[in-house]
């Protein structure tokens, strides 16, 4: 079974489970870890370890998943993912969203966390839409 860290600048991760909950209800084993500007660098590094510490017991891997790319969340997941120590394995995916929340109950079963992550990606992509205006009937539908 893979666990989730959602792992964000400010209080988005959080935002984001909260939101979740009002859609889908709990999300099993998925953790949010916030880099506020109060607690800084260091007290991230330190709640992310402790929180992949936690979510690491009884996780086949742990799948990461940040705001963005090169932020100090995501350079704080890679340092832990590809040290050689590392167990469970983990992976660390960028571009965190509320459909991508979502669907980590749909890849909680894999036993491998990198088919796990691209499979996320893969049935997230999908949401990414761009709303055009197109000339049809009126209808109830959105």
């Known amino acids: 079974m893979i666990h989730f860290l959602v792992a964000t600048h400010g209080p988005l991760a959080t ?34 370890s402790r929180a992949l510490h936690a979510a690491s017991i009884g996780a086949d891997g742990v799948l990461v998943l940040c705001d963005m790319q090169s932020g100090t969340p995501w350079n704080v997941a890679c340092q832990f993912a590809f040290s050689p120590q590392m167990m469970p ?21 894999y036993g491998d966390v990198q088919t796990a992550a691209r499979q996320l990606i893969a049935l997230t992509h999908p949401s990414l839409i761009l709303a055009e205006l197109t000339v049809s009937d009126p209808s109830d539908d959105f």
Do not use: C, W
């Open 89 to 109: 394995p983990v992976a660390v995916v960028a571009g965190v969203n509320f459909p991508m929340l979502l669907q980590t109950d749909e890849v909680s079963h």
């Open 15 to 48: 935002a984001l489970l909260e939101s979740s909950r009002m859609v889908y209800g709990t999300l099993p084993k998925v953790t949010a870890v916030t880099l506020t500007e109060q607690a800084g660098i260091e007290e991230f590094r330190e709640d992310f």
